[in-house]
């Protein structure tokens, strides 16, 4: 059996709940967890003294998230610099999985502003939007690139599925023939 470990960064003195993800013990604050999502107000409700955070010893469990997932999420809460841009697709990605898996709506807006910030491909957009259920008028200038395009490749086209490839096509379609009667030779 492998040592629990103290996470170096997120187990906090001051700490008001433990959480136990593969091997590592996390101290942080509750507060952020109980006034931002929906789930760990259940979770909490619901948890047996043995496991409901209280100690180290009685650690919340979260086996469906790995270290360095959990990690992510908590740096929204303890970001030292209190600024977001820097940070990568997949890290945005990650925070925004678990925002919505965990019902924390605050920190799904925040990915979600963080993401329409970042440069992605068209497709790898579309997806990942449809994916989480987001807003899908944040689409529009990613299905107006792709409208523009002459061709996609398999790939993408396997990716976005046949109801999507089609409903983009309709729409070059109808593009071409709005520009043709205006006169114009592409849209």
């Not at 470990?5 to 187990?11: E, G, R, S, V």
């Not at 979770?43 to 469906?64: I, M, N, V």
């Not at 002459?150 to 309709?170: A, C, H």
Request: include cysteine.
């Amino acid at each position: 059996m492998s040592r629990v470990k103290h996470h170096p960064h997120y187990h906090l003195h001051g700490g008001t709940i433990s959480f136990y993800v593969e091997g590592t013990l996390f101290r942080v604050h509750k507060f952020f967890f109980e006034r931002e999502s929906e789930y760990f107000q259940q979770e909490f409700a619901t948890a047996e003294p043995e496991g409901d955070g209280h100690s180290d010893r009685a650690a919340f469990r979260l086996d469906d998230v790995k270290v360095s997932e959990f990690e992510r999420l908590l740096w929204v809460f303890y970001n030292p610099r209190y600024m977001y841009d820097e940070q990568s697709k997949d890290h945005w990605v990650t925070i925004l999985d678990l925002a919505t898996r965990w019902k924390f709506p605050n920190v799904r807006d925040l990915a979600v502003r963080q993401l329409q910030k970042l440069d992605m491909k068209p497709v790898e957009r579309i997806i990942t939007y449809y994916k989480y259920n987001l807003d899908q008028t944040l689409l529009l200038p990613a299905f107006t690139l792709l409208c523009k395009q002459s061709s996609r490749s398999v790939e993408d086209g396997e990716q976005l599925g046949m109801p999507t490839v089609l409903k983009i096509s309709e729409a070059r379609e109808s593009a071409q023939r709005v520009a043709a009667e205006q006169g114009c030779s592409s849209p």
